[in-house]
């Protein structure tokens, strides 16, 4: 089982930035490739950004605003977010691959115009 807990998410306004962290706990050895997921309200659950050992995939609605990271040591996986956008509202939701797919409970980024 891994464990997955996020933080970071937040109120902010057009062209702010926020950085998400994704903590991995549990049987973290053997994760291959993590990253994250948004939901905004009746939507689907679309994938953002991805990262797997040193490559890297977005959404090309956060190309060039988001970078996606990994600290090994620290079991943790970050989302940075710049100029960010009312249209990037949404549960921002963690996941991470070993054999299953593990997710977070999801955190709460506003943008406000």
């Known amino acids: 089982q891994v464990q997955l807990v996020e933080s970071g998410g937040g109120l902010v306004q057009a062209g702010g930035s926020l950085r998400l962290s994704c903590a991995a706990s549990g049987s973290i050895f053997g994760i291959s490739d993590m990253g994250w997921y948004r939901q905004a309200p009746g939507k689907q659950r679309d994938l953002v950004a991805t990262i797997s050992g040193g490559s890297t995939n977005y959404a090309d609605s956060v190309k060039g605003r988001f970078t996606i990271s990994r600290d090994d040591a620290k079991n943790t996986a970050y989302l940075q977010m710049n100029s960010l956008k009312p249209e990037d509202t949404a549960v921002y939701y963690c996941?991470?691959?070993?054999?299953?797919?593990?997710w977070g409970q999801g955190t709460q980024v506003t943008v406000s115009s």
């Open positions: 996941y991470a691959h070993r054999f299953i797919t593990y």
